[in-house]
């Protein structure tokens, strides 16, 4: 008698990267999803980037992009990073960044403004925010000069309780304090060297990144195996 055997085999894995995790911030790649839940930060003004963020190196140019003026005290959103899905875990400790930025214009008094939070798989519920809005202390350069500023500095986050297959969201922009506001350009990109931990980076080779202090868990595809 012939018998065949059907294997199936679903396999949900998550995948411990690093002790910490870092993600990188490409010039290119659309997310998979827009955000689209109610209750996220109100930005004075929303760009149309909407990209993936990712823990591997896509190897994308350095490409400067540049906002819209906001209203004086408002933020004008430049990127927004979307991850891959994660997988259901409790995220905590601490969250820093790094991302070169100038202003178009002397004393345009702009700096560099982070949000990041956690959306659904389809990104129309807002799980939880990790924070609120964080308002880097040191301003850009004038134009033509770049520089690098923590985006953030290392803040504790409040515990987000994420659900299989949910995404994290950074959203990465500046706000401006002066009575005429000006633009603001941001570099993204990881072709180079990661930039360093510091607000002196003038080099627009380096890419900027945020990370974790622990580890993220991803969610993987099931692998479906048929054997006879």
């Not at 134009?143 to 990465?172: H, L």
Request: charged content about 15%; some cysteine.
């Amino acid at each position: 008698m012939k018998k065949v055997l059907f294997l199936i085999l679903t396999i949900i894995l998550a995948i411990p990267v690093y002790s910490v995790t870092r993600f990188y911030l490409p010039s290119t790649g659309e997310a998979q999803v827009c955000p689209t839940a109610a209750g996220l930060f109100a930005w004075g003004v929303k760009t149309a980037i909407t990209l993936e963020c990712s823990v591997n190196k896509k190897n994308t140019p350095m490409v400067s992009y540049t906002g819209v003026s906001p209203a004086k005290g408002a933020a004008s959103l430049i990127a927004r990073y979307v991850s891959d899905p994660i997988a259901a875990q409790n995220i905590s400790g601490t969250i820093h960044g790094q991302v070169q930025g100038t202003q178009n214009g002397a004393t345009a008094g702009n700096y560099p403004a982070f949000i990041a939070y956690v959306i659904s798989n389809d990104g129309k519920t807002l799980r939880g925010t990790f924070t609120n809005v964080i308002i880097g202390t040191t301003q850009y350069p004038n134009t033509p000069a770049y520089s690098n500023r923590y985006t953030p500095v290392f803040v504790n986050v409040t515990t987000v309780n994420a659900q299989d297959k949910d995404r994290i969201v950074f959203d990465i922009g500046y706000t401006s304090e002066a009575a005429s506001p000006k633009t603001a350009s941001q570099y993204f990109g990881d072709s180079g060297v990661d930039l360093p931990s510091d607000e002196a980076t003038t080099q627009t080779t380096f890419e900027p990144w945020v990370e974790f202090s622990q580890t993220i868990s991803f969610e993987t595809p099931s692998v479906t195996i048929l054997g006879e």
